[in-house]
Protein backbone atom coordinates (compact mmCIF):
# COMPACT_ATOMS: atom_id res chain seq x y z
CA UNK A 1 0.00 0.00 0.00
CA UNK A 2 1.06 3.78 -0.20
CA UNK A 3 2.12 5.89 2.78
CA UNK A 4 -0.85 7.79 3.29
CA UNK A 5 -3.57 5.98 1.70
CA UNK A 6 -6.46 3.92 2.64
CA UNK A 7 -6.72 -0.03 3.08
CA UNK A 8 -9.78 -2.24 3.19
CA UNK A 9 -9.25 -5.81 4.83
CA UNK A 10 -12.19 -8.21 4.13
CA UNK A 11 -13.64 -10.83 6.25
CA UNK A 12 -15.63 -13.13 4.57
CA UNK A 13 -17.39 -14.53 8.16
CA UNK A 14 -20.94 -15.38 7.56
CA UNK A 15 -23.03 -17.78 9.84
CA UNK A 16 -26.79 -18.00 11.27
CA UNK A 17 -26.26 -17.22 13.96
CA UNK A 18 -24.24 -14.25 12.65
CA UNK A 19 -20.60 -15.07 14.34
CA UNK A 20 -18.67 -12.46 16.36
CA UNK A 21 -15.53 -10.77 14.18
CA UNK A 22 -12.63 -9.31 15.89
CA UNK A 23 -9.44 -8.05 14.21
CA UNK A 24 -6.13 -7.89 15.90
CA UNK A 25 -3.04 -6.99 14.48
CA UNK A 26 0.02 -9.55 15.02
CA UNK A 27 2.66 -8.58 17.32
CA UNK A 28 1.29 -4.97 17.83
CA UNK A 29 -1.94 -2.96 17.82
CA UNK A 30 -4.44 -1.65 15.42
CA UNK A 31 -3.45 1.99 14.65
CA UNK A 32 -4.79 4.42 17.34
CA UNK A 33 -7.70 6.63 16.12
CA UNK A 34 -7.02 5.42 12.49
CA UNK A 35 -8.98 2.03 11.87
CA UNK A 36 -12.73 1.22 11.66
CA UNK A 37 -14.54 -2.17 11.32
CA UNK A 38 -17.82 -2.10 8.99
CA UNK A 39 -21.03 -4.12 9.14
CA UNK A 40 -19.18 -6.12 6.71
CA UNK A 41 -16.57 -6.87 8.99
CA UNK A 42 -14.03 -5.38 6.71
CA UNK A 43 -11.18 -3.90 8.34
CA UNK A 44 -10.44 -0.01 7.43
CA UNK A 45 -7.19 1.63 7.95
CA UNK A 46 -6.32 5.15 7.33
CA UNK A 47 -3.55 7.02 6.47
CA UNK A 48 -1.31 4.14 6.68
CA UNK A 49 1.78 4.44 7.45
CA UNK A 50 5.09 2.37 7.56
CA UNK A 51 4.89 1.31 11.42
CA UNK A 52 1.13 -0.07 10.07
CA UNK A 53 2.99 -2.97 8.19
CA UNK A 54 2.44 -6.66 9.73
CA UNK A 55 -0.15 -9.34 9.89
CA UNK A 56 -3.83 -8.30 10.45
CA UNK A 57 -6.05 -11.37 11.67
CA UNK A 58 -9.82 -11.80 11.35
CA UNK A 59 -11.45 -14.23 13.73
CA UNK A 60 -14.72 -15.02 13.89
CA UNK A 61 -16.89 -17.34 16.66
CA UNK A 62 -19.94 -18.60 17.08
CA UNK A 63 -21.27 -21.84 18.48
CA UNK A 64 -20.15 -23.83 15.55
CA UNK A 65 -16.58 -23.42 16.92
CA UNK A 66 -13.81 -20.87 15.51
CA UNK A 67 -12.00 -19.33 12.23
CA UNK A 68 -9.27 -17.49 11.46
CA UNK A 69 -7.93 -15.69 8.38
CA UNK A 70 -4.85 -13.25 8.04
CA UNK A 71 -3.49 -10.42 5.63
CA UNK A 72 -0.50 -9.27 5.13
CA UNK A 73 0.49 -5.98 4.73
CA UNK A 74 3.29 -3.57 3.10
CA UNK A 75 3.44 -0.07 3.54
Not at 25 to 54: C, F, I
Not at 60 to 74: E, F, I, P, V
Amino acid sequence: AVAGSTVELACGAQGDPAPRVQWHKERGDLPWGRHEVDREHTLHLYAVMPADAGTYVCTAQSQLGTAAASARLRV
